[in-house]
């Protein structure tokens, strides 16, 4: 009998309110996931398979700026065989973040460090990303063959793009497509800013999110596929990645119906292009390995 073919999900969360708050949890429309999720969760949630695929193993990601947090996700990755790799938080403005990448690396854990991100979504700032300070601090994550998770809203990209440009050796990941606005059924705009994001090769873009962008109650196939095809389209399979955004997902429909739409927005490809946005992609850019 063969081996089962891979499923990796390239994001999802984990965490505890007792032990740390997450205030963007305090916002309106937060309240069905207003409580802690851990990794066993997410395997009773993900039950689904896509295009005949199980959950493997998946990328865990940073929900707050904490280094604490960080280490707390680097810990659990070494105990959990499912998580492969993680996505953590450090003040990249600050003048010791070189020390404190090295710190973390060095933790028995910190092998798990696979890229950082920041929520840029939540800055004002129109040129976060090329502060000097925090240019200083992407050439100290690019310096220890780390990657960047850009987390950007749509009228962010073009700090994005200019970061992309500027740092065309940093491996950059594309979180959630760049939240497309779907629920405002007017996606030309954003189409535009990604192609020209797509237009640097070490950019990837994770097809997660989604969902919770467009109505969370009444979104159909018919909104996802216009920002699948454009994609598709941008980026080719070899550079795009499945990822669910659990909990999150959770607001519009979970785990399980956004496996579903992936293997229905799947379809047409062929086995090779399914293979590299449900495992090959993601595999690549976080590294991954069997534990």
Known sequence: MSEPLPLIDAHHHV???DRR???????????????????EELR????????????????????VASV??????????????MVGAVVGWVELAAPDVGDVLDELR?????????????????????????????ERGLRAVQDRDLGYDL????????????????????????????KPPIGHHTISDWARKVRVLAGCPQVRCK????????????????????????????????RLMFGSDWP???LAGGWNRWAATVEELLDACSPHEKQAVLCDTATAFYRLSEK
Do not use: K, M
């Open 151 to 178: 987390l950007i809203r749509s009228h962010q990209f073009p700090q994005a793009i200019r970061l992309a440009q500027r740092f065309p050796d940093l491996p950059l990941v594309l979180d959630h497509a760049g």
């Open 21 to 39: 708050p997450q205030p963007w949890l305090d916002e309106p429309g937060h309240e069905p996931i207003r409580r802690s999720y851990g990794v």
């Open 106 to 134: 060095a933790r028995p854990s910190g092998g798990y460090l696979r890229a950082l991100r920041h929520v840029v979504q939540g800055e004002s700032d129109a040129e976060w990303l090329q502060q000097p300070a925090v």
């Open 15 to 17: 965490w505890d309110l």
């Open 68 to 81: 604490p947090e960080t280490e707390e996700l680097l810990d659990l990755a070494d105990q959990d065989p």
């Open 207 to 238: 097809v997660s999110g989604l969902i919770t962008e467009a109505d969370h109650h009444e979104w159909t196939l018919d909104d996802i596929r216009p920002v699948w095809n454009t994609l598709l389209t941008a980026f080719g399979p070899d």
């Open 248 to 250: 999150v997902c959770v």
């Open 44 to 63: 009773r949630a993900a039950t689904r398979p896509v295009a005949g695929r199980r959950l493997t193993r998946t990328v865990l990601v940073q929900c």
